[in-house]
């Protein structure tokens, strides 16, 4: 009888993300934010929702990795830095359709966006000003992957099995990457978060996804492992 191959330790990956962006609501699509140092989730003080948009490449970080990548855990930190106060949620859902960022920076607290550059995501465009969202204010499942329960600005990490099961995914190849949407509550006035953005100043507040993983050899890589692992003596037989 031969060994088993173990499994390889567990190893952990930092990424910052990828794409980052707003969805401001607006009945035109013409605002947009996706290369400023923020972004947003909720409503604000007059009643206009505002969605975050954020995404890794992971293609990119499993390159090179011999073997199927078993994701233990995800943990994405984010650091809220306007809008703390009241307890409230955050909901991350995945993002069904691919999205971009364009050129629009925003001036002061980025609150009310920019006028939207061409590729960027708008509440309206996927990609301004010639693709459009199924619906407006993004394409994502119902389903919610993760939550996040907000107070004072700080830093704030969500882990859930939901998001493992997003990032497993995409990694493996069983539904394309376009990140998660973040929605908060969008039924009261004055709700809406600022986060900080893979754009932003200070680079301790920037987004990072943490990937707790294991790698399952390849089939070459594991017959070498099997053929230098010691072979079982055979069991004598009493008489």
Same mark, same amino acid.
């Given at each position: 009888?031969?060994? /088993? ?71 994405? +930190? ?9 307890? +409230? ?13 364009? +050129? ?10 920019? !006028? ?51 990032? /497993? ?49 390849? !089939?070459? +890589? ?18």
């Amino acid at each position: 009888m031969m060994a /088993a191959a173990p499994m390889a330790a567990a190893e952990v990956a930092l990424l910052g993300a990828s794409l980052n962006a707003t969805l401001y609501e607006s009945s035109t699509g013409g605002i947009a934010n996706g290369a400023g140092e923020w972004f947003f989730a909720g409503m604000n003080n007059q009643g206009q929702r505002r969605r975050g948009l954020i995404s890794f490449d992971l293609a990119a970080f499993a390159d090179g990795i011999e073997g199927d990548i078993v994701v233990n855990s995800v943990a994405l +930190t984010l650091s809220l830095s306007q809008g703390g106060g009241a307890a +409230t949620m955050i909901d991350f859902h995945r993002v069904t359709t691919a999205w971009g960022e364009g +050129t629009s920076d925003a001036s002061g607290n980025e609150g009310g966006g920019a !006028p939207a550059t061409p590729g960027s995501a708008t509440w309206l465009h996927t990609f301004y000003a010639e693709s459009f969202w199924t619906n407006p204010g993004g394409d994502f499942l119902a389903s919610v992957s993760g939550s996040l329960s907000l107070g004072e600005n700080g830093v704030y990490s969500v882990s859930s099995e939901g998001m493992r099961q997003d990032v /497993a995914a995409w990694i493996a190849g069983a539904s394309e990457n376009f990140g998660w949407i973040l929605l908060g509550d969008e039924t009261q006035f004055g709700t809406a978060r600022r986060f900080d953005s893979s754009r932003n100043a200070v680079p301790e507040g920037r987004p990072v996804l943490l990937i707790d993983y294991s790698v399952v050899p390849a !089939p070459a +890589t594991l017959l070498a492992l099997l053929a230098l692992a010691p072979a079982a003596k055979p069991r004598r037989r009493r008489a």
